[in-house]
């Protein structure tokens, strides 16, 4: 499954969600639902500006994984697996549990068509040349 | 009889105003930033908070451009 089809399924399955976009840890865009290039921009900004943020309010080892801000206008929820993201707006007051369990199964949907680690080249048979072999016709006559 | 529709309106009006405060007692309690990390830990911070006040408004801003 691709970011576009992880995006269209998200949407479909999740009424909550108004725009979500798939990003990665540098701030590059896997995928989004919202047609404005600007918007999609602002939003990615706008996650990795939360994610840092977020970071700074403890002094111990610990990744932030999720973010949830709510507020009257509606709420927005960032969440981080890795080096891949997601930011979705909802409307206010959404059913927090359902939607980032939504935001997880489409990060993870989207993430399984990427190669997580590119294979290690099949060892070609080193190529015998013509010396060598002719060598050893040599050394077989005799 | 104007004694009674007097006492209905102050009574509506009663009612007008409570709904009015509960309502927006409900929004404000909306302003809240929940953060996760990968250890299983949440830490919450309502509107007020130094927290809160630095990264709401980056969300209202996102909310703001994601409806423009």
């Given at each position: 499954m691709d970011a576009a089809q992880a995006l269209a399924d998200l949407t479909e399955i999740s009424s909550q969600i108004e725009a979500a976009v798939l990003f990665r840890g540098?701030?590059?865009?896997?995928?989004?639902?919202?047609?404005?290039e600007e918007a999609t921009a602002a939003l990615v900004r706008g996650a990795l500006e939360l994610l840092e943020g977020a970071s700074?309010?403890?002094?111990?080892d610990g990744a932030v994984v999720q973010i949830e801000a709510s507020t009257p206008e509606g709420s927005v929820f960032v969440v981080r697996d890795g080096d891949r993201g997601i930011v979705a707006t909802t409307a206010p007051q959404p059913t927090v549990g359902l939607v980032f369990y939504d935001l997880k199964s489409c990060l993870r949907g989207a993430a399984?068509?990427?190669?997580?680690e590119p294979a290690p080249e099949p060892k070609k048979p080193k190529r015998r040349g013509a010396s060598a072999a002719a060598q050893e016709e040599g050394d077989d006559e005799a | 009889m104007r004694r009674k529709l007097l006492a209905v309106a102050g009574f509506l009006t009663g009612v007008l105003a409570g709904a009015a405060l509960y309502r927006r007692s409900a929004a404000r309690r909306g302003d809240r930033l929940d953060v996760y990390f990968d250890d299983g830990s949440m830490v919450s911070f309502v509107e007020g908070s130094p927290e809160a006040e630095r990264l709401l408004p980056v969300a209202r801003e996102m909310l703001a451009a994601a409806r423009r």
């Open positions: 540098d701030g590059a865009v896997q995928g989004s639902t919202l047609a404005r700074r309010f403890r002094s111990e399984a068509e990427e190669p997580s | -």
